[in-house]
């Protein structure tokens, strides 16, 4: 794995609002092919190291590598450009426009002057089967018309139409229904599987194990951990998410007998102090 | 087998096989890239292609979707799918599916139907006639068959089945959730569709496995194991790229491995099996739920499942508890098969995504370290239909090893009555 280069990398990331310090010498990194599941308790930061990523907020300090190469970013299109895609909750669709026009929205494909709309219906309904995605209806009907996990499926696919190389989705699973949330999960797991490094937000740890690869957690804005998900229990997300720290996964990750260090450590993020090996 | 090298004749069946295998499982291929995959060279890919389209198994045409690359599309080889099919049987504890599926795994047209379960009075449900089964399935095919024309040849026919079934004959010798009371399935409904050709029988775990590995999540990775989940639950293994059939065929009961000592009874006898941990009885048990003739029991395990998602406390335990034993049973399993990938299909695909954390838990505190490293957990990208699919996949083995032979001998031999 560590000859992987990430897409996403970036190193002692600061940001604050006014006094408010709102994230502190943060590390992150998202690697193709992979889920990252970033989790944190409410206001820890997930949101704004998102807008980081995507340009809708600055960082006040800190390096981005993009594929490795150094790059700034400090608006939505050019993070856009780059191939980095988020899904948001309340999500930018447009609610009068149908299904193709919505994945086609700023892209569209032309034919001279005109638009070829029988490509891009084939190609979005191609998308959509090639995600194994079933939409009761046609790609033509209106995006207002459909469910909260169908509309998300859209925002998704946009994202495989643009040959993305990052999908961030923050709480996607907040507003569905059980069964569209599986269906969001399994989607989301094929992204990944296809190539793209897909970053979940969830704060739903079954949803968490379920489909990542990696956690990072944040708490009160440092990245406490950003370990493999192989490697990790409930029990100590849990403890990270809520105090910062697990003592159980330091002691192991420091000396079980027989276990050696796998790969992807903790990072050393901002983990205070390392527990002594057990003599 | 004699040591001589192989007859022309053994090369070009060989390679007709080859050919055609690689348009069924990869779907349509231009002449090039059959030649560069297949390791042939372009004048025999041709001859090839034109024996198999002599045959009617293939055909040549442009592509559907014209590439988006510039300059003249050259001309790809589809498989035959309307023409050439298979039957696949899928009987689960409560659905017989039957469908008639095209060379290139397309699912053409099929027929469902829902089966009683015998009320359970202690010992095992499911016990329904076997004799009405194979009636209802022999019904639902021959429909299919006449929907199908005179145009469509039937190549191969395969049935999944919930049981441990003996390579050697076919023979079911074991359903604990579906009692055919030693009835050879096989033969009788092959004698029933009349249409000359054998029903393969096979654990439907098994063919889960083959289908995965095949056309769903597991494509490319040769060590996985499939998990299918019905009222019981099964196994399939497959290790170097075969399926682990052991001795006679029973290989792969990862149910009935022990995961808690002196736990729940089992339906084989035993206590504490996987199968009695974690499957459908007890996940209903455990919360508090009534098994019911009437709901499926793919419905009732996903009602748990929601309600747990939903924050119903008694099915959260619930859940929590069997996925608990399912993450242990799977961090044995990867300790001694170290698989990339295991594949959780059937009413587990369910248990998974609602239990997911406890699942990865117990692997990740019971598993080597080194062996958990790279094993990826998955749902069945098949969703309802793997082991449908699989056996269909199972009755395309014929045709796929000799084309031209087998095909000829189905179009030649006419048909004889199917037996009422
Ligand atoms: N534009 C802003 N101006 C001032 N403070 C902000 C702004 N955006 C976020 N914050 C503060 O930054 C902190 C982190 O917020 P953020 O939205 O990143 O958290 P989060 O981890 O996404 O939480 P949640 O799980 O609730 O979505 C919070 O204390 C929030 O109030
Ligand atoms: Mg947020
Ligand atoms: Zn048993």
């Avoid at chain 1, 929205?105 to 979005?124: I, N, Q």
């Avoid at chain 2, 795994?105 to 004799?131: K, M, T, W, Y």
């Avoid at chain 2, 029933?192 to 990775?221: Q, S, T, W």
């Amino acid at each position: 794995m560590s000859t992987v280069t990430p897409v996403l990398d970036l190193r002692g990331v600061h940001k604050s609002f006014g006094p408010v310090a709102v994230l502190h010498d943060v590390d992150f990194v998202a690697y193709p092919g992979e889920v990252t599941a970033l989790v944190g308790d409410n206001g820890a930061g997930k949101t704004t190291l998102v807008k980081c990523i995507a340009g809708i907020v600055r960082l006040d300090r800190g390096q981005y590598l993009f594929e490795g190469r150094p790059v700034r970013i400090t608006t939505p299109r050019e993070a856009s450009a780059l191939g980095i895609e988020v899904v948001h909750q309340d999500l930018a669709l447009c609610d009068n426009l149908d299904i193709v026009q919505n994945m086609f929205l700023g892209r569209e494909r032309r034919r001279g002057m005109v638009l070829d709309e029988a490509e891009m219906e084939e190609v979005a309904a191609d998308i959509l089967a090639g995600l194994s995605v079933r939409m009761s209806g046609s790609v033509r009907q209106p995006v207002w018309a459909l469910s909260g996990g169908q509309r998300q499926t859209v925002a998704i696919a946009r994202a495989v139409l643009g040959d993305s190389k990052v999908v961030i989705l923050d709480e996607p699973s907040s507003a569905l229904g059980v069964t569209q949330t599986r269906q969001v999960l399994e989607l989301v797991r094929r992204l990944a599987d296809r190539g793209m490094a897909v970053v979940l937000i969830s704060h739903n740890m079954n949803d968490v194990f379920a489909v990542s690869d990696r956690i990072a957690a944040l708490y009160l804005g440092r990245m406490v951990a950003q370990v493999r998900t192989a490697d990790v229990t409930h029990a100590q997300v849990v403890e990270l998410i809520t105090a910062g720290r697990s003592e159980t996964l330091e002691a192991r990750r420091d000396g079980r007998p027989g276990g050696r260090r796998s790969a992807g450590p903790l990072r050393a993020g901002a983990v205070p102090e390392a527990a002594e090996p057990p003599a | 087998m004699m040591k001589a090298g192989p007859s022309q004749e053994e090369i070009r069946r060989h390679n007709l096989g080859a050919l055609l295998r690689f348009v069924h499982v990869r779907g349509p291929a231009s002449r090039a890239i059959l030649a560069e995959n297949l390791g042939l060279n372009r004048s025999t890919i041709m001859a090839l292609t034109s024996d198999l389209t002599a045959a009617g198994l293939v055909r040549e045409e442009l592509p559907r979707t014209p590439g988006r690359r510039a300059g003249r599309p050259s001309l790809v080889v589809r498989p035959e799918s309307t023409r050439v099919y298979v039957l696949a049987f899928d009987v689960g504890v409560d659905r017989l599916t039957v469908a008639r599926v095209g060379l290139g795994g397309v699912i053409l047209d099929r027929r469902e139907a829902a089966r009683g379960r015998v009320a359970a009075s202690g010992g095992a449900s499911g016990a329904a006639d076997p004799n009405e089964m194979v009636n209802a399935l022999a019904a639902a095919a021959r429909s299919l068959v006449r929907k199908a024309g005179d145009e469509a040849t039937c190549v191969g026919a395969a049935l999944a089945f919930p049981g441990i079934v003996r390579r050697s004959d076919d023979q079911v010798m074991f359903g604990p959730n579906l009692d055919v009371g030693g009835m050879a399935i096989g033969e009788v409904l092959s004698r029933r569709l009349g249409l000359g050709v054998p029903v393969a029988v096979c654990n439907d775990a098994n063919l889960g496995a083959i289908a995965e590995h095949e056309r769903g999540a597991g494509v490319g990775v040769n060590d996985l194991i499939y998990l299918h989940g019905d009222v019981g639950v099964g196994g399939g293994i497959i290790t170097g790229g075969r399926l682990l059939g052991g001795e006679d065929g029973y290989g792969g009961e990862i149910g009935h491995m022990v995961v808690n000592p002196g736990g729940r009874r089992c339906a084989c006898g035993s206590r504490g099996c996987l199968e009695a941990e974690v499957g459908e009885r007890t996940l209903l048990d455990l919360a508090g739920r009534q098994e019911s003739p009437d709901v499926p029991g793919r419905e009732a395990v996903r009602a748990v499942v929601d309600a747990a998602a939903r924050g119903d406390v008694v099915a959260r335990d619930a859940l929590h508890r069997v996925g608990t034993w399912l993450g242990r049973g799977v961090a044995d399993l990867v300790n001694i098969f170290n698989p990339g990938m295991v594949i959780f299909g059937g009413t587990l695909r369910d248990v998974y995504l609602g239990a997911a954390a406890q699942i990865r838990s117990e692997v990740a505190t019971g598993a080597l370290a080194a062996s958990r490293e790279r094993v990826k957990l998955r749902t069945a990208a098949l969703g309802d239909d793997t082991t449908l699919v699989g056996a269909a996949e199972f009755a395309f083995a014929d045709v796929l090893a000799d084309p031209v032979q087998v095909l000829a001998r189905l179009r030649g031999a006419p048909a004889s009555a199917p037996v009422p």
